[in-house]
């Protein structure tokens, strides 16, 4: 018997003696409907692209409320959207006006998008929106990898990855995470299909999202590093027989050229572009240029690297001789127990910002889907999945620790959430006829509340927000002074692009360098967190409140998380 797409599960009453848990929701799952991708009849084929296509259009509506009604935007936003406005204003060639530390697909999609949106942090928001929502596809794709022929499991899944509490937050906000990670996810996806099976046109898809996710955020070079290992790691399995492992061998050179050729363009061009900005050859001015880390590991080792001296995107301090490279080994090898303990330290920042970056709910999913079903997966899918984070959990663990960052790795775990889903299920089924659409709904009337309060109460209150409340003020002053070209330094972007001025970034370094800086760059104002300064440079904070030179402005927020934004007046 053939059941649709949207009917319950025929869940069984009892369970024989001697059947493990997971073996029964298998059961019950194998026995209620066909497998989602076979083709033998129209229905099963029809079924998920039923559920898809829904999840998907809820996913859109849910993150167009959180767009529409939370009024504010990322601190991201203050780097992309400039470059964005440099290509709406002066066209899709005027690269040149466009800064080496936001890499180039986002701000030209958003002009792009903007042609028919008519303002550009719509434009954001729309390819936002349109990103987070079809998280759907690649989620089905790694349920179908890590669960073959559990289809209970697969429509799991799609409902968690529209109704994702993380996913809903970041998808509703104009910058570029949403699109990076669904970037990220369609090409690791391609990557694990064409691991199993590889062939030419995987090949090119693979090379060409890598290359596309490269021009979001430049980690995303991780996945050919990592697929490259695990091809070795398939081949030395295969070593046995001999003419497996040829014509394996035969495939992956073939994909692994074509995939080359797809990554090239991407990669040549961003090096290129910064090549023709600083003069330095590198594939990401990020890793291989700037110095401007913001806690952590990064603050520690700048410190180390480097006691006066500070790079800000393209521009230097009249106290810094010439551009430096950030070399973490360097570092390591010269200050090993300081490094070390910074680096635990973001070891234990990494592991605090797991669980609410995977969600309430969909952290207890997870423990359940592991505990069940860790040994039912395909084989190797698990090492695959932990293989990716410990990679990418070192790698941010160098440079910065932020929940933001989970934003492109969660989905990979989301089959897990499923299973733990199917589980809980089953049981209910089993104890009260419970049957698996109410789950279903249910997980979607907890998971969607908690993104949107999370977007929607940004700051102390729904709908507003210090750094909103500070940039007005600081943009009303300006045209009142008749000033078009308002500069801030500022620990706060997202108020810098709410004053709609140019955001100089804040740097570690003492208050007379920053003044020598904002004189030089003809700065108007100085934002901060004054009581997060407060406790991690306290001499700072005294000199800036005693000197003449800063003037208190304007306070936004609440005793404790205080924003402060302090006129410049190089002059005193």
């Known amino acids: 018997m053939i059941r649709s797409a949207g009917e319950s599960p ?37 079924g998920p692209w039923r559920w898809l296509l829904g999840c998907f259009v809820g996913g859109v509506v ?7 009604f939370a009024g504010i935007s990322h601190d991201a936003a203050a780097y ?43 434009s954001a928001l729309c390819i936002s929106v349109v990103s987070g929502a079809a998280m759907v596809f690649p989620v089905l794709g790694f349920a179908r990898f890590v669960f073959p022929g559990r289809p209970m499991i697969h429509r799991f899944a799609i409902v ?32 694990l299909t064409l691991m199993r099976r590889p062939d030419a046109l995987r090949g090119a898809t693979f090379g060409f999202l890598v290359g596309l996710a490269y021009l979001v955020r430049p980690e995303a070079l991780g996945l050919a590093i990592l697929l490259t290992v695990a091809v070795i790691v398939l081949g030395w399995r295969k070593r046995q027989d001999n003419v497996v492992l040829r014509e394996y061998a035969v495939r992956v050179f073939l994909a692994g050229v074509i995939a080359v050729l797809f990554l090239l363009p991407s990669l040549g061009w961003n090096a290129w572009f910064v090549h023709e900005k600083i003069g330095i050859w590198t594939i990401s001015p990020k890793a291989g ?14 410190s180390l690297n480097a006691e006066k001296t500070m790079t800000i995107h393209e521009e230097r301090l009249s106290v810094q001789s010439s551009y430096q490279s950030f070399s973490p ?47 039912k997966g395909r084989r190797g899918s698990l090492t695959s999945i932990l293989t990716l984070f410990a990679f990418y959990g070192f790698s941010f663990m160098i440079f910065y620790v932020s929940r933001r960052f989970w934003l492109a790795l969660v989905p990979i775990l989301l089959p897990y959430c499923a299973a733990g889903g199917v589980v809980v299920a089953l049981h209910l089924y089993r104890w009260r006829r419970v049957h698996a659409r109410w789950v279903l709904l249910a997980m979607v009337v907890l998971l969607v509340p908690e993104g949107m309060n999370r977007s929607l109460r940004s700051g102390n209150r729904w709908f507003s927000s210090p750094e909103k409340e500070l940039g007005q003020k600081m943009r009303e002053d300006a045209l009142g002074r008749g000033d078009d070209d308002l500069r801030i330094v500022s620990v706060k972007a997202r108020a810098t692009f709410y004053a709609r001025g140019t955001n100089l970034t804040f740097p570690s370094n003492p208050i007379s360098d920053i003044a020598i800086y904002m004189k030089n760059r003809d700065a108007d104002f100085l934002v901060i967190d004054l009581e997060r300064e407060r406790k991690r440079r306290p001499k700072f904070v005294e000199e800036l409140l005693t000197t003449s030179q800063f003037q208190e402005f304007v306070r936004a927020g ?10 410049f007046q190089p002059g005193s």
Request: with cysteine; charged share 15%.
């Open 10 to 46: 025929n869940f069984p009453a009892g369970r024989g003696a001697g059947t493990s848990i997971s073996d029964s929701v298998a059961k019950a799952s194998s026995n209620t409907t066909r497998v989602l991708d076979s083709r033998s009849n129209i229905e099963p084929f029809l």
């Open 80 to 122: 992309y959207l400039p470059n964005a406005r440099a290509l709406i204003d002066g066209g899709l060639d005027n690269w040149e006006a466009m800064t080496i530390a936001v890499p180039p697909l986002f701000p030209t999609l958003v002009a792009i998008v903007h042609s028919f949106v008519g303002d550009i942090e719509g």
């Open 329 to 375: 080994l360097s570092v390591l090898l010269e200050n090993p127990g300081k490094t070390l303990r910074a680096y635990a330290g973001n070891l234990g920042e990494y592991l605090r910002v797991f669980p609410p970056a995977v969600g309430s709910l969909t952290s207890a999913l997870l423990l359940v889907g592991l505990w069940f079903f860790s040994r």
């Open 289 to 302: 240029v700037l110095q401007d880390y913001d806690k952590g590991l990064g603050d520690t080792m700048n």
């Open 558 to 567: 609440v005793a404790g998380e205080e924003l402060v934004a302090f006129r």
């Open 62 to 68: 849910v993150r167009l409320i959180v767009a529409a």
């Open 160 to 191: 968690v990855a529209f109704a994702h509490p993380f996913s809903v937050r970041y998808s509703g906000d104009a910058k570029a995470d949403a699109l990076y990670a669904l970037l990220f996810n369609l090409a690791l996806w391609c990557g």
